[in-house]
Structures are given as C-alpha cells and as structure tokens.
C-alpha cells in the first residue's frame, strides 16, 4: 500500500479571520514502508547514476518531491481571488506521453528508468508557457513568463510551485523545456505522477529577458513567483482543470530563498488567495545580513563560480536600491574595473573577502553606510511567524551559503511558535549528492505528510 489514512474531528483555530467549523478531517499519509523503499532506491539512483548527479548538481532545485497521487484530499480553506486577472496569453510548447517520457527518461537516467516509468509515468502530460502582468522592482508593469505543466488526469490534483535554483542562461528558463531546465527533466516527471506544476522564470528571464534578472533579491522573486501563481489559477479555471486548491511550494539554493520569500509574501499580502498547505525550502541564503558580513570578513574559497554569485547580489542591490556607487567603492583595484568591465562574469580566483575595500567593509561593520545596510536587511527572510509548516534542508559544510542561515531561521521562526523541522547533512557541500539528495527525498516524506 502506499497510504494509510485517519479520520479525526477538526477544530480550526480561532482568530485567524476564517469561520470557524467542526467537522471530520480525513487525512492521508505515505505508509512508512512505501517512503522507506522510495528513500532507499533515490539514494542507491543518485549516488549510482553519474549524470543523473550532474543534473540534480545543475538544477539545484526542489522537483524529486512527490509520490504516486492516488492519496489526495482537496482543499477546505476559503480562498478569495483578486479581482484582476493577469494571464496574458497560454501557448502550449508540447504533449507527451508516458511512452515518450519513458524514451526521454531512460535516455537520462539509464537503468533506473524502470523504476521511474513504474512509480512515476502514468498520465500524458502537457507544458504550456503562460505570459503574465507582474511588476518589476522598480514599480513598472512587465511582462513575466513559466511554464505550467498539467497532466490528464480524471480527478482532482494537487499543485506545486518549484521555484528554480540559479541559471546563468535564458535557455535554462523553464518556459523554454530546453534539455537542462527543470521543465524537462524533473517538473515533467512528477507532472506525469498527477501534479500540477507552476514553476516561474522569474524577471530577466523568458518573456523578461530583456531586464536584468532580480538575483536574490526578496520582493523581486516573490511578485513574480505569486504572480506566476496567479496566471496559472487563471488558466487551470479557464480550461476546467481539476485543480483541488492545494499548493505545495518548494526550491533549492537561489530556488529556497525564492520559495522562503514567496512564502513569507502569500502569508503576509494575500493571505486568503491559496490554500498552502507547506513549504520546503534548501540551502537558501535568508539571512541576508549575517551573509553580507560574512562574505565581506571571512575567508571564504577561491571558486569562482561563487565569487561571481557573491558579485552578481551586491550589483543587485546597488541597482535595485538605487545606491548607484562606483566599483572603485565597493571593490579594490584590479578587481573594480574588472567587474565594471565584466559585471557578475568577473573571473576572481581568490577568497572573495579579499577583494573588498577597507573603507566598504568599514561601512558594512559599523553600520555607517546606512543606506546598504538597509537594502540589505530588507531582504531578510529568516525572522518571522509562518502559519504553516516549513522544512529547511542544509548541508553542513556549505561553502557557498554557510549552514547558518538555515540554523537562524529555525531558531527565528521556532522562537515565534513557527513549526518547522529539518534536516542538516553532515559534511555535505551545497552541491553534493548528499544534500541535494536529502533534501529531494525529505522533500517527498514531508508533503506527503501533509496531505
């Protein structure tokens, strides 16, 4: 069996501004044996499968998450929808069966493809990308894109928001279902299975393309990722898709900090437009503040792929906020004409903490430069109340977001009565199996909990 399931009578709470109402609650949950023999067989897949490695290392992103869909309950929440609409305009980009998921897939991940067509390929599958209205930073109406994956399924579904980890190109957006977005690999595997999938590009990617992309940056991802919600419950209602209400919103990296904003943003402005039911959120930086002095005093790696991540969130923000300053302020020389010249692209081989000048690290310690400091606080997103419950996921000996953020905000958010749990891998880096693999294989466990 893969769900057992309980009856028990329900008392909301009072005070949250819903009627309140006594009833039967029947609830489902993933037989221990059934997420044992799933943990068991992603463990042996990812450490055995070299390039299924390779593809969860470049996703970094939260889609191995669900089971088989036979056990959902539908949502009971009152929601109100705004009165606006945002969808634009829907293309599909494709129809695919399980027959021909079963090529793609055995193609990717070789001879544990069986198990994925068995557990996971049941249902056709179609991808659309969805234009919406959203709003840039700066307050100016934009055009966003994602793309939204519905399987044909004869009762109701449940949806996931997965919000991807960073991408260096526009063809890795999920709109496009190129090879290497998330589109294609996972979103469409665990669409097949009988969930709706939304995943955003977010700004400067897809229909947005033509904007610099809003790397880390709190508001930025949340407006487009709730947005992305939106045009999507606009085309599931337009085309009488069996949508249950039930959202489920999960993402890795630059993917769990998006997740936690989004979280934190449908919590606290719209409250009452979806039925969240959870979050799982992996190895994101939320504790933006503790990051920045962290990044500016301590030795950190030579790598450069994450000095250009920790480059491409200060130039953010100086453009985001307005600072405007010259590099020449924030950066010692080579290293600021270098990054004038190459932006986030700059090629630095040293520890990043190195190439800061001491009159910026000054303003960041003592707090002089209010004006940074402030732009980098508004985008903290570890200390506050979520009503429902959030799974944090981090690799111990993170180098490119250290361990810390995760820990302060389950020490924040359990401080206010948050219910959160986690798990933190021993010895695993942001990118290894390890973490990546915990975090997809909790990730499933986690939901299915909260059926």
């Excluded at 206010?416 to 975090?439: L, M, P, Q």
Aim: aromatic share 12%; with cysteine; hydrophobic share 35%.
């Amino acid at each position: 069996m893969y769900c057992r399931k309980e009856s028990t009578v329900l008392a909301e709470h009072k005070g949250t501004g819903k009627q309140k109402r006594f009833g039967v609650s029947t609830r489902y949950f993933y037989t221990d044996a059934f997420i044992q023999r799933t943990r068991s067989f992603l463990l042996h897949m990812i450490s055995s499968n070299r390039f299924l490695t390779l593809l969860l290392t470049i996703l970094l992103s939260g889609l191995l998450v669900l089971g088989p869909t036979g056990c959902k309950t539908p949502g009971t929440d009152d929601v109100v929808q705004p009165q606006n609409p945002v969808l634009v305009s829907s293309t599909q980009i494709g129809q695919f069966t399980p027959a021909q998921l079963n090529s793609r897939y055995t193609a990717l991940f070789g001879s544990a493809a069986s198990f994925i067509t068995g557990q996971y390929l049941k249902n056709t599958i179609t991808v659309y990308k969805l234009v919406y209205k959203t709003k840039n930073t700066d307050g100016t109406d934009i055009q966003a894109s994602g793309a939204l994956i519905v399987p044909t399924v004869a009762g109701t579904m449940a949806m996931i928001s997965m919000q991807h980890g960073t991408i260096r190109s526009n063809d890795d957006a999920p709109s496009g279902n190129g090879q290497l977005s998330d589109t294609y690999s996972f979103g469409s595997l665990f669409a097949s299975s009988g969930y709706i999938i939304a995943l955003p590009d977010y700004i400067g990617y897809g229909e947005s393309k033509s904007l610099p992309h809003t790397y880390e940056h709190r508001n930025g991802l949340a407006t487009a990722s709730l947005d992305m919600l939106r045009a999507s419950r606009e085309f599931l209602e337009k085309n009488k898709v069996n949508w249950d209400k039930r959202l489920f919103i999960t993402g890795y990296s630059e993917g769990g900090y998006a997740t936690m904003s989004l979280h934190k943003k449908m919590e606290e402005e719209a409250p009452n437009e979806f039925n969240l039911r959870g979050s799982s959120v992996g190895a994101g930086a939320y504790d933006k503040t503790a990051f920045m002095k962290y990044v500016v005093n301590t030795a950190t790696t030579n790598v450069v792929s994450y000095n250009q991540l920790y480059v491409w969130v200060l130039l953010t923000y100086d453009r985001i906020y307005g600072l405007n300053r010259p590099m020449s302020y924030y950066f010692k020389e080579p290293y600021a004409t270098q990054i004038q010249a190459q932006r986030e692209n700059a090629v630095i081989n040293v520890s990043v903490n190195q190439i800061f000048t001491d009159q910026f690290k000054q303003a960041v310690n003592t707090g002089s430069d209010a004006a940074f400091v402030k732009a980098v606080a508004d985008n903290d997103v570890y200390d506050w109340k979520p009503a429902v419950p959030v799974y944090l996921s981090h690799g111990k000996a993170d180098q490119l977001v250290p361990l810390f953020n995760s820990e302060n905000a389950l020490a924040a958010m359990t401080k206010r009565g948050a219910k959160v749990t986690f798990n933190f891998v021993d010895g695993a880096n942001h990118t290894d199996t390890g973490i990546i693999g915990s975090y997809a294989i909790n990730t499933f466990s986690f939901f299915g909990s909260l059926q």
